[in-house]
């Protein structure tokens, strides 16, 4: 059974980058799609993008500027890299699998906190 | 900018109906739009309920079901229960590999 833990620093200072990753486990990382999505306290989920295994990636319109998803197949394990982060970037951070050919996210993390915060 | 509408709270009573809608702003929500549902308790990772419009994932009991009404995409709970009292989200492919979140509805079973 495929399982995601997600991983990184929890305090991010504004200005710098964010930086998480995503280690798969009971399953290869070959052949989905991987997605990382996030959620403001007390708030919504919101879509930040995708990577396909091959190194695809499709990001959310409103973070596009700032984001980068790259994927480490040796590792089995997917990162997330947003630049220029200010306190409206403070939340849970999910990573989410959506099996090949699906339109859909099947398999999450637990999520992982992290606080833009000087 | 597309939004994805859904009611921000709804009740319903112990062992009752409840159908929750997922909407766009602008526009009729359709099977090409690949509706899933998602259940989140406070403090836990979301559950994949139901996908492709009706399809429910591996261990949801057969009390929640999707659906097209109208418009919309909607889920619906048959024989509502205490532990269904979650925030419920719907999410819209909108093709060319990008999602859509709704805003959530939370559900308060009393």
């Known amino acids: 059974q495929v399982q995601l833990q997600e991983s990184g620093p929890g305090l991010v200072k504004p200005s710098e980058t964010l930086s998480l990753t995503c280690t798969v486990s009971g399953g290869s990382i070959s052949n989905n799609y991987w997605n990382w999505i996030r959620q403001p306290p007390g708030k919504g989920l919101e879509w930040i993008g995708y990577m396909y295994y091959s190194g695809s990636t499709n990001y959310n319109p409103s973070l596009k500027s700032r984001v980068t998803i790259s994927v480490d197949t040796s590792k089995n394990q997917f990162s997330l890299k947003l630049n220029s982060v200010t306190a409206a970037d403070t939340a849970v951070y999910y990573c989410?699998?959506?099996?090949?050919?699906?339109?859909?996210?099947?398999?999450w993390g637990k999520g992982t906190t992290v606080t833009v915060s000087s | 900018q597309t939004v994805v509408t859904q009611e921000p709270s709804f009740s319903v009573s112990p062992g009752g109906t409840v159908t929750l809608t997922c909407g766009l702003s602008s526009g009729s929500v359709s099977t090409t739009y690949y509706p899933s549902w998602y259940q989140q308790t406070p403090g836990q990772a979301p559950r994949t309920l139901i996908y492709?419009?009706?399809t429910r994932s591996s261990g949801v009991p057969d009390r929640f079901s999707g659906s097209i009404l109208g418009n919309k995409a909607a889920l619906t709970i048959t024989g509502a229960q205490a532990d269904d009292e979650s925030d419920y989200y719907c999410v819209l492919y909108m093709g060319r590999g990008f999602w859509v979140f709704g805003g959530g509805t939370k559900l308060t079973v009393l």
């Open positions: 492709n419009t009706n």
């Open positions: 989410a699998r959506t099996p090949y050919g699906g339109s859909y996210m099947d398999v």
